[in-house]
């Protein structure tokens, strides 16, 4: 690290502060060998990268032994190859913590700073830019896909759009002229109310007397960068960047109170409209353990801005009649999930008045899942050969990293037995899907059917998955279903049973709620799954594709 007008303990203590609060991003939580690998480099930059090289990597950072053969072996390229495109990730979802960026130059292997010019140019337009893409080991290719030039820089400027304040549709560092943004969408003139998610303000009270630290960074400092982390995921809303708070007019604040001490300190956390009604209240007790008063905080915030969570709930209580806007057609499609002719009308609707549309992606998306269930149900192969796969094609042109569109081309990777490529849609579905507690409990579920590499990655998911259960004590009709088939994929009859009795659906209508019906009913009383088994394999074979994954599960349900 070579900065001669700044004084080394500083850059180092810079570098550390940075480092810190990557690692606390999901991307890097569910990556122990990438966080490994960043924490040695980070290592070895304050100490002046003293022979860096690829053996020293793959040896001291990465665990390898002495005789590790480099010429036959291109791991650490490859591990450093992907953690340059995860930081490349991390900064298009996320400000530094200080002014500057930590990066790796292509063709080298040192952790340096630089601006967000110099490191990630962009990302400068928009913080949600499309990153950096490694070797093609990290990037599985669509089979019968091409994304031309026009629908990158479509997809592009789609999600600079997609993320501007309501009040202000800010820019980088100015507006945009409001014709622009009708001429983005393609529509007729709508106001920046209508066009936009509502803004959520992030206000954190009482952070100075936290002073346990996480690292060399204070437990209160990561309660706020964990809180705008997860803010800054949500589908159903736009968090105001720092810069901009005192410009910008909030439609929700979300505001978490430290309180005043901190022997036994907690966190209130509260959601109140522009109004300054109350919307959600709850308390977070803090007993010791750091990374698990940071889960559940993260796990309460994923509460508010789930697709069907609290502000998306407010903001649908807001719409009469047919939905207006892209926006809209999200959140309402979202609340109907369950019932499926409605929402089927719903996605015709909003496809063919806003078919290129950054949404889109997601009704796209809705649209080959209902195709595959369909072909399921006539007895026909979940291959991409299939009628569906052009659905989750456009998606991904329209948002390659859409988190439901790389969701459904996880499963139907995992039921063709791409285990390798289903891993890598996997990962990048619930990297941009921590908002979305259904797609996270879904793709676990199917996950089981493609064995985790190594032990640390499955106990990572087999902690997500009970995070998940306890953080959701009343799931709607298609969250139940997840929540029970993830609870059975990794054995844990316990949960399931937990799960099962959570909704109870007296009079069950459509696929989604018949499925949890039976699923419910099979968990609680074993008689009645040996009984109705055909019926129970039938229901959800709709909602899991991958056979592995669907036996581990029925397995289970046998042993009861």
């Not at 993320?163 to 202000?168: I, V």
């Not at 705008?228 to 159903?236: E, I, K, M, P, T």
Request: hydrophobic share 40%; charged share 25%.
């Amino acid at each position: 690290m070579q900065e001669s007008d700044t004084n080394i303990d500083q850059l180092a203590v810079a570098l550390r502060t940075e480092v810190d609060s990557i690692l606390l991003d999901p991307l890097f939580v569910r990556a122990p060998i990438q966080s490994k690998l960043l924490v040695y480099l980070c290592k070895q930059a304050v100490e002046g990268d003293h022979d860096l090289t690829q053996y020293a990597i793959a040896v001291d950072g990465l665990g390898k032994p002495d005789d590790y053969d480099l010429h036959n072996d291109s791991y650490p390229r490859v591990q450093v190859s992907r953690l340059r495109a995860n930081l490349a990730s991390y900064y298009s979802r996320n400000e530094p913590v200080g002014d500057h960026c930590v990066y790796i130059r292509q063709g080298d292997y040192r952790l340096r700073m630089g601006s967000r010019k110099n490191a990630y140019p962009d990302t400068l337009r928009s913080q949600r830019a499309v990153p950096e893409i490694a070797d093609s080991i990290e990037q599985p290719v669509l089979p019968k896909t091409s994304y031309n030039d026009s629908g990158q820089k479509k997809a592009i400027s789609d999600r600079t759009t997609f993320f501007a304040n309501r009040h202000f549709l800010v820019f980088g560092a100015g507006a945009i002229m409001l014709a622009a943004v009708a001429a983005v969408f393609g529509t007729q003139f709508q106001s920046a109310d209508a066009m936009a998610p509502p803004s959520i303000e992030l206000e954190v009270t009482g952070a100075e007397d936290f002073n346990e630290t996480i690292g060399s960074t204070s437990l209160g400092d990561s309660v706020k960068r964990v809180a705008r982390q997860q803010l800054n995921q949500s589908f159903v809303s736009n968090l105001i960047s720092r810069q901009n708070s005192e410009e910008a007019q909030r439609d929700y604040l979300v505001s978490i109170d430290l309180g005043p001490g901190i022997s036994t300190p907690n966190a209130e956390i509260t959601l109140r409209t522009n109004t300054d009604s109350v919307l959600y209240s709850e308390v977070v007790p803090y007993t010791g353990d750091a990374d698990a008063f940071l889960r559940e905080l993260s796990a309460n915030l994923v509460h508010l801005t789930a697709p069907n969570g609290v502000i998306a709930s407010s903001e649908i209580s807001q719409v009469s009649g047919k939905p207006r806007t892209p926006y809209h057609c999200f959140i309402s499609i979202e609340a109907n999930r369950a019932r499926g002719p409605e929402m089927v009308k719903m996605l015709d609707s909003c496809i063919k008045r806003f078919p290129d549309d950054r949404f889109a992606a997601f009704w796209y998306a809705r649209k080959a899942y209902g195709a595959y269930q369909k072909d399921i149900a006539a007895g026909l192969p979940v291959t991409r050969a299939a009628n569906g796969w052009q659905f989750v094609t456009k998606a991904l042109e329209i948002d390659q990293y859409n988190a439901f569109a790389n969701f459904v081309a996880a499963k139907v990777s995992a039921a063709e037995g791409s285990c390798d490529e289903s891993r890598i849609f996997i990962e990048r579905a619930k990297e941009r899907g921590t908002s979305y507690p259904t797609l996270i409990a879904a793709a676990e579920s199917e996950a089981s059917g493609c064995q985790a590499v190594n032990s640390a990655d499955i106990d990572d998911e087999h902690s997500q998955i009970e995070v998940l259960i306890e953080q959701n004590p009343a799931p709607d009709a298609l969250l139940h279903n997840y929540m029970m088939y993830s609870a059975l994929s990794i054995k844990r009859p316990d949960l399931a049973k937990l799960v099962a009795g959570r909704l109870v659906i007296e009079n069950p209508e459509g696929a989604v709620e018949r499925a949890s019906d039976l699923m419910r009913k099979s968990i609680e009383d074993p008689d009645y799954f040996r009984k109705n088994k055909e019926s129970v394999r039938s229901a959800v074979s709709l909602f899991v594709w991958n056979a592995r994954a669907l036996d581990t599960i029925f397995s289970e349900l046998e042993k009861t």
